[in-house]
């Protein structure tokens, strides 16, 4: 059966809205006004617990905010709805975190046969 892949890549400005998204739609602390810098992963790429760190520059300096993988996948699928991006909704969704973006993967079944 064949296997259509597509792939989404989200900069520092996308990945930042996408966490301001998720706060607001899920009433969460939003985190601190400031521009993104850059992005870091501590641990296993695929976990989906693993931590990832975004790192901001702010009035005060540089803060770094904390959340696990899964909290960005569905940030980021509430950009693409909020964006007109089309997201096939079953899909096979993972991410691939790099310093200055966020690649999603989406794999999808064919029904040809």
């Known amino acids: 059966m064949p296997l259509e892949e597509r792939y989404i890549t989200f900069d520092l400005p996308e990945i930042y809205q ?10 969460l602390e939003m985190p601190p006004k400031g521009t993104p810098l850059k992005l870091e992963m501590d641990g ?5 617990h693993a931590p990832i760190f975004l790192h901001l520059k702010t009035e005060s ?9 899964t909290f960005f996948a569905l940030g980021l699928v509430f950009f693409c709805q909020g964006s007109g991006i089309p997201l096939p909704a079953k899909g096979k969704k993972t ?5 200055d973006k966020i690649i999603m993967k989406i794999d999808l079944l064919s029904n040809a046969k």
Do not use: A, F, P
């Open 18 to 27: 996408s966490v301001q998204m998720r706060c607001i739609r899920e009433e």
């Open 44 to 48: 296993d790429d695929t976990s989906d």
């Open 61 to 69: 300096g540089t803060e770094k905010i904390e959340y696990e993988r």
């Open 95 to 99: 991410l691939k975190i790099l310093e």
